[in-house]
T-cell receptor, first 113, second 113 residues
């Protein structure tokens, strides 16, 4: 059974810092991995989707990498801003069973002005 | 519509009552997912539709939960004899065919008193 973990559970940084969020998954048989952002009381907003054949994806100040063989993904946020404060979740879509995405518990990020 | 729409945004019901939660996916998206999220946790998979059929309902916790998507667009999640433990945010997501990103609605916050 696929399990997804995220470290750290919470992170607080001063504005302007670069930071890395980590996501680990137990089964490397995946179609893709997706990073989301969730603001309090809201649904999830898709940030980046990495297919299993890709190593990284970039969007603006965000860069996500994928090392499928080791079961890891990182989300790099450059020059963090207070508006980046949110919970960041990763999810993997297994390729060997089921059709659903399996989510990690999230990392709660606070960027202090 | 422009995004995934869920109604109602909030629902308070008494223990033992029946509730229906509605999801309008993005137009043209064939895949539709229901997830449940408790405070501080990642979304937990409930059921996945491909078109009108439930392709994977392995996440439904028991037979009090049922979902339909009769015309391959709008979906309704139905919960019978609600229990206090059913209190959570119920999230709906849709995606186009293939390995496309998931797009979430803002969820329905269900409170069972």
């Amino acid at each position: 059974k696929q399990e997804v973990t995220q470290i750290p559970a919470a992170l607080s940084v001063p504005e302007g810092e670069n930071l890395v969020l980590n996501c680990s998954f137990t089964d490397s048989a995946i179609y893709n991995l997706q990073w989301f952002r969730q603001d309090p009381g809201k649904g999830l907003t898709s940030l980046l989707l990495i297919q299993s054949s890709q190593r990284e994806q970039t969007s603006g100040r965000l860069n996500a990498s994928l090392d499928k063989s080791s079961g890891r993904s990182t989300l790099y946020i450059a020059a963090s801003q207070p508006g980046d404060s949110a919970t960041y979740l990763c999810a993997v879509r297994p390729s060997n069973y089921g059709q659903n995405f399996v989510f990690g518990p999230g990392t709660r990020l606070s960027v202090l002005p | 519509g422009a995004g995934v729409s869920q109604t109602p945004s909030n629902k308070v019901t008494e223990k033992g009552k029946y509730v229906e939660l509605r999801c309008d996916p993005i137009s043209g998206h064939t895949a539709l997912y229901w997830y449940r999220q408790s405070l501080g946790q990642g979304p937990e998979f409930l059921i996945y539709f491909q078109g009108t059929g439930a392709a994977d309902d392995s996440g439904l916790p028991n037979d009090r939960f049922f979902a339909v998507r009769p015309e391959g667009s709008v979906s309704t999640l139905k919960i019978q004899r609600t229990e206090r433990g059913d209190s959570a945010v119920y999230l709906c997501a849709s995606s186009a065919e293939g390995n496309s990103p998931l797009h979430f609605g803002n969820g329905t916050r269900l409170t069972v008193t």
